[in-house]
């Protein structure tokens, strides 16, 4: 069966500190791959998604980035946080059909200060 | 173009009564659409999907739900809402290529 591992649970950083984020699915190959952030009141925000190793497609200009350096591997950077990254996010994972369902890691809670 | 509109925020049940979140959709194409359920910081759990074969699908924890494309609606229902059902709902609809979240819906379960 397939599985999504994503870390840290839980993280406090400092205002213009980095951020490193990482992702992995494991039992599925060349599955579409997904960065959410949830907000308290405003839902789940689309930030990068990707459906294969190097491609990346940004939904939200920000000081974010997302890299996918191996097949089953998604990371989401920073170099300088800001306060307004604080937040809830997710990564996810999903067959490439169009119908499929996304599945979604435990999600890491963001606190920048 | 698609969007989806969880009609409650909000839905107070007591333990053992019926539970329905209501959805409605609009979607140029046939879509695909989930329901997803949230706990406190947690990850979202699929409940049930709908892919175009039966219209009554049947999902995990007693929850099910009804494709109506007449009324462009998918309504999450269970029969008898337990304390462990208290968490946030919600509704996604997939086109070709998109993917849409409801708001969320927070279900409230009282003793």
């Known amino acids: 069966s397939q599985t999504i591992h994503q870390w840290p649970a839980t993280l406090v950083q400092p205002v213009g500190s980095p951020l490193s984020l990482e992702c992995t699915v494991e039992?599925?190959?060349?599955?579409?791959l997904y960065w959410y952030r949830q907000a308290a009141g405003r839902g789940l925000q689309l930030l990068f998604y990707?459906?294969?190793?190097?491609?990346i497609s940004s939904e939200v200009p920000q000081n974010l980035s997302a890299s996918r350096p191996q097949d089953r591997q998604f990371i989401l950077s920073s170099k300088k946080l800001l306060l307004s990254d604080s937040g809830f996010y997710l990564c996810?994972?999903?067959?490439?059909?169009?119908?499929?369902?996304?599945?979604f890691g435990n999600g890491t809670r963001l606190t920048v200060t | 173009a698609q969007s989806v509109t969880q009609l409650d925020s909000h839905v107070s049940v007591s333990e053992g009564t019926p539970v329905l979140l209501r959805c409605n959709y609009s979607?140029?194409?046939?879509?695909?659409l989930f329901w997803y359920v949230q706990h406190p910081n947690k990850g979202l759990q699929l409940l049930l999907k709908y892919t175009s074969a039966a219209t009554l699908v049947k999902g995990i924890n007693g929850f099910e739900a009804e494709f109506k494309k007449s009324e462009t609606s998918f309504h999450l229902t269970k029969p008898s809402a337990h304390m462990s059902d208290a968490a946030e709902y919600f509704c996604?609809?997939?086109?070709?290529?998109?993917?849409?979240f409801g708001k969320g819906t927070m279900l409230l379960v009282s003793p």
């Open positions: 996810a994972w999903s067959r490439s059909s169009y119908n499929s369902p996304l599945h």
């Open positions: 990707s459906v294969g190793i190097g491609q």
């Open positions: 039992g599925t190959s060349n599955p579409n």
């Open positions: 979607s140029s194409y046939s879509p695909s």
């Open positions: 996604v609809v997939r086109g070709y290529s998109t993917l849409t």
